[in-house]
């Protein structure tokens, strides 16, 4: 049974019922369950024409919406960091000591067999174990 469980979770693609489950079952009673929603950095000249206010209200709104999301789920703790989400996970699991990261894949596409994919990443970097989900 693991006692620090991350699982990954997109806002923009909701909260994954499935993951949570899943973690509840590795980590069984008493494991810490944190849901972690990686805030991908803007790309391009777009970070130059948004002010830093605008940033610092969306990042707001992103920690509203993540607690918001997990309203059902109050074992859960919420966390939004900064970064590319296959790095950021791992580099995040290692900061805060946790054995286990719950990930969802997709089948891959032209672009994953090119570059990997998210789950790919951490499998490959993460510094504890990795429950991929299908």
Do not use: N, W
Request: proline content about 4%; glycine content about 8%.
């Amino acid at each position: 049974m693991y006692k620090k469980i991350i699982v990954g979770l997109s806002l923009e693609h909701g909260i994954a019922d499935r993951a949570l489950r899943t973690a509840r079952a590795l980590g069984g009673d008493g494991a810490e369950i944190l849901a972690v929603h990686v805030a991908e950095p803007l790309q391009g000249s777009v970070r130059f024409h948004i002010r830093e206010e605008d940033m610092q209200k969306a990042r707001a709104q992103m920690e509203a919406d993540l607690q918001e999301r997990l309203a059902d789920h109050p074992d859960v703790t919420p966390v939004v960091i900064d970064g590319h989400a296959g790095q950021s996970l791992s580099e995040y699991a290692g900061t805060v000591g946790a054995d286990c990261i719950v990930v969802a894949s997709h089948k891959p596409g032209l672009r994953d067999f090119l570059l990997g994919s998210t789950a790919a990443r951490i499998v490959r970097h993460a510094p504890c174990s990795v429950h991929v989900l299908r």
